[in-house]
């Protein structure tokens, strides 16, 4: 079993940045691909980055340029730093390890 608990969200005026954490625990020699997923309200949850334990990353076209992620592997630790957020960047960020643990999620809100 693997436990991740996100930190970081928050409200900020567009333009503005935040970083999220997420920390993992538990059976953490098994994770591998860890991810930050969106969900806003009244759309589905949709992935937003994911970064392997190479450190290759991937992003949804629409915060390319904008977000990194990142992550420490000796702290078990992945992140999600968030430059010139825009309102639509609005939702809930979950962090995800291996498609399969999930964290309970932390509110980001971008106001105009």
């Known amino acids: 079993q693997v436990q991740l608990v996100e930190s970081g969200g928050g409200l900020v005026a567009a333009g503005g940045s935040l970083r999220l954490s997420c920390a993992a625990s538990?059976?953490?020699?098994?994770?591998?691909?860890m991810g930050w997923y969106r969900q806003a309200p009244g759309k589905q949850r949709e992935l937003v980055a994911a970064?392997?334990?190479?450190?290759?990353?991937k992003y949804v076209d629409s915060v390319k340029g904008r977000f990194t992620i990142s992550r420490d592997n000796a702290k078990n630790t992945v992140y999600l730093q968030m430059n010139s957020l825009k309102p639509e960047d609005t939702a809930v960020y979950y962090c995800?390890?291996?498609?399969?643990?999930w964290g309970q999620g932390t509110l980001v809100t971008v106001s105009e």
């Open positions: 538990g059976s953490i020699r098994n994770i591998g691909v």
């Open positions: 970064i392997s334990p190479g450190g290759s990353t």
């Open positions: 995800n390890a291996n498609n399969e643990y």
